[in-house]
């Protein structure tokens, strides 16, 4: 896999789209990264064999979604300790697994649009990683890190009211599964820049109010433990983005509650990989 700090997309101002080292920084805002020229990618994924830095440079003139596509998003629920004492649930002997569909996708400042017939939206921030490998029954002794492109932020955007039992049977994937449901980025931090993940922190800010905030080291699973896992008999695709778990604070289970409405903006921060902002615009 290709040698960089941080991975992003962006249009320049002539319109085309490239791949762009953003280096490293405590925090990639949508401010800090426009407008400034960045030595660029040639080659068309990062996994790809031939994909290198060069010497070209362009000016950033939009900050776009880190990825143009994924093979599918695989997502962990109820993975965070406090999340859930939160929601008073127990946790078993292996992760909740549930998927969303490649349409999900979607950059870390687009808006994110409601159909009418979702109610009770929700943001969940999480930690995802990006594969840069296919990879099938990883042993616990595996090199799990020279399977990740690197790290990137998400959020989880559901909708409370199609998760409920009497209408999802409690398989919530698909009130998680809309298109534009899993905003990331800003950039793709690589694992040489974040050696441990558990030394992150995360927070979530719905209009400027902080919601969630975390150290990673909360994980029931950890990264290791979820590669293991969702590997077993089953190839993991590279590009797969997969969605660690979110921590407490999520609005539906606030007393009183206090879920999304048209017009708000998440935020949500990772240490290192930077701040994506999203506004929720019902249809």
């Avoid at 687009?110 to 921030?125: H, L």
């Avoid at 999802?168 to 793709?188: C, E, L, N, R, T």
């Avoid at 690589?190 to 080291?217: A, H, W």
């Amino acid at each position: 896999m290709v040698l960089f700090s941080s991975i992003f997309r962006f249009r320049d101002e002539k319109g085309d789209i490239y791949f762009g080292e953003a280096g490293e920084s405590s925090n990639h805002t949508l401010e800090s990264l426009t407008g400034r020229s960045v030595r660029i990618f040639r080659g068309e994924h990062p996994w790809d064999d031939d994909f290198v830095l060069t010497e070209e440079q362009r000016t950033v003139a939009e900050v776009l979604c880190p990825l143009p596509r994924t093979p599918i998003f695989m997502c962990i629920g109820l993975n965070y300790k406090q999340h859930a004492e939160e929601a008073n649930m127990k946790y078993g002997d292996y992760p909740i697994v549930f998927t969303k569909p490649p349409d999900a996708l979607a950059g870390p400042f687009e808006d994110i649009p409601i159909n009418p017939a979702c109610e009770y939206m929700d943001y969940e921030a999480e930690l995802c990683v990006v594969l840069g490998k296919d990879c099938k029954n990883l042993t616990a002794d595996a090199d799990f890190a020279s399977y990740i492109l690197g790290y990137t932020a998400g959020n989880d955007v559901s909708s409370r009211y199609w998760q409920m039992p009497e209408r999802s049977g409690h398989q919530h994937g698909s009130a998680k599964s809309f298109d534009k449901f899993a905003p990331i980025g800003p950039v793709i931090t690589s694992t040489s820049v974040i050696p441990d993940y558990r030394e992150l922190q995360m927070e979530c800010f719905v209009n400027g109010e902080k919601r969630q905030s975390t150290k990673l080291d909360d994980l029931i699973f950890d990264i290791p433990a979820i590669l293991q896992h969702l590997s077993r008999g089953t190839t993991l695709r590279k590009g797969t983005v997969i969605m660690t778990g979110t921590p407490s604070g999520v609005g539906f289970l606030m007393k009183p509650q206090a879920c999304l409405k048209d017009g708000d903006v998440v935020e949500v921060r990772i240490d290192k990989i930077g701040s994506m902002r999203n506004r929720i615009c019902f249809e």
